[in-house]
């Protein structure tokens, strides 16, 4: 039997690598030797749409670090596939800075919006896969219809952002800022 | 009820990576095939007003590091609230490494030291707020004026050192520098 | 006598960061300001081979990090010599991603096949002498004679990829292939 | 009082960073889209100086882990003191990686061997300190002239090859690769 501690700490050392290292990826960037006021200008004021996205995408990140956290602490050990089932999730969870730096350099572009929504779907499928092994055949947790429910709504909305970005990009920022302000309404907290 | 350890864990591990890889950001610059001493030098000698920055940041860092240990050593267990400031809090933290390229970069040159101000005074932000609420509303640490007095006058200070920096990047730079100095004061580390 | 915490905390750190920051190294090519609609689905279907790498090497350094777990557990306690195989186990993963990256950019390069195949069987040789040394002369696991043949098996393939992939890149992928996907065979959980 | 562990834990942390990441560094160069067989090989056999230069580093860093591990072992508990020592230690750890990849790309350079020369003797530098601080005020272990004065031999050595190289880089390379072996010795580990 596999220790849970170890899958823990082992899940907390990559999430915190992937969040803090995102947010590395923001830079100014490099000026010419001698620059214009204009050039310092638009180097300084480029970093604002940048900051929005590595915003949304590191708290969408800590919000995942918390249903980990959450899920974890109700599973009483672990197994080879909860393992496996985890590796999925992080693997998921790793490729997210991939369509934020795309999202934050082109962020009007169609494909950016649609890449973004497809990596946090794989994502959100993750947390489901994880949560139905979990308490499914498993067993190692109670059924919960509630929370299981939100992660389905929350993998279908963001697979649904992929396309509707096509039509309107606002429409995938809609759902990329609804999810993240709907785990912070105070009764989720209580699951 | 959330475990304070994974808390404490995910932080020292999102602090580690920040303090380690901003110093790894600090590299010779790529000579060409055939250089001339001059060359040489030039890579060699700017790495000295670079590596200035970065052992500001790195103590900096370091001090927040020792603040956000001794802060939650007290604590008792955490709350949900709880890793949203500390999550608001490492957001600034992980920003720090934007702002000491640039300074590293551009030493003289004014908006450098505001960007450095404004993330670093953002920061501290973050700690009046942590504390402020655990201190506060949670009643999870007993009340402690004086460190809560602290952290407001380094968090305005910071603030202030980004107007100034129009002024003369030499204020901000007494500001940068002054602040640590502060933490090595001896009776500080009473707490 | 050195404590065997200490050492697996480290372990799992380093293999967090090169199961993380790997995947990092995947990203869409800067764009130019003003891109065609081709040079845009170029950039983003390159993405597809490299992807492919990359998931590869998630899954292989997941093995490891399992591998290193179920090892690390029955181990009573730790040795110097133990922390020196072990050293010498992460050496040889902390290079496997430069054998992705050289993969990712050029998957149908005979050179990219065999690098990763030498540099994947010299971790796969750590594996082997660290179980050799645990379960030989030191003592510290019973000798489980099944596990280390299979080491020496995955060793022997990933070394042979190397010169195959001279006769023909398919040989190196059915290796680099088949030895992961011989991991997820139900009764290799057993163990 | 500051508790032992959370330090033992971060530095672990900021160590298993330097040494996975300086790795990491060592990239192949992008070839250019249609390249010749000598670009090839040029490409592939500049890898084995740099390699010579990581995989000593590497070395040099577990030391560093194996020696900051076998002192905390024995340190009863912590202090704000001992706090920043260790801080010490670990900012020169960080900078090893920037003359690591200096020393990589002019392995002939004396100014290359100089850097090395003059981070390995600061972080040296560092382990002296901590453990004069931890031995002699703070009586918080033990005096132990033997490893105290191998510190201070090997300090005094990695300081000797900065001019050292300007009378002949192997001299220099002498000290790099004999320190490490030094350490190797069989009865270095019963301390």
Chains 1, 2, 3, 4 share one sequence.
Do not use: C
Not at 59 to 86: C, E, G, Q, R
């Amino acid at each position: 039997m596999l220790s849970k501690n170890r899958i823990e700490a082992f899940s907390d050392g990559v999430i915190a690598i992937i969040i803090t290292i995102m947010v590395f990826d923001l830079k100014i960037p490099e000026l010419a030797e001698h620059f214009t006021d204009a050039e310092l200008h638009k180097a300084l004021w480029g970093i604002v749409p940048k900051l929005a996205a590595y915003t949304l995408s590191f708290i969408v990140v800590a919000i995942m670090w918390l249903n980990h956290h959450s899920l974890f602490d109700k599973i009483p050990h672990s197994t080879s596939k909860l393992v496996w089932y985890n590796a999925f999730l992080l693997f998921g969870m790793s490729l997210i800075p991939l369509p934020t730096a795309f999202l934050a350099s082109h962020p009007f572009l169609p494909e950016a919006s649609m890449l973004y929504g497809l990596v946090l779907g794989f994502t959100a499928l993750g947390f489901t896969f994880l949560r139905a092994y979990a308490q499914g055949k498993a067993k190692l947790i109670s059924y919960n219809q509630l929370v299981q429910r939100s992660n389905i709504i929350g993998t279908s909305l963001y697979l649904l952002s992929a396309p509707l970005a096509f039509v309107s990009v606002y429409l995938s920022f809609a759902i990329f800022i609804g999810i993240p302000l709907w785990y912070f309404l105070p009764d989720k907290f209580q699951k």
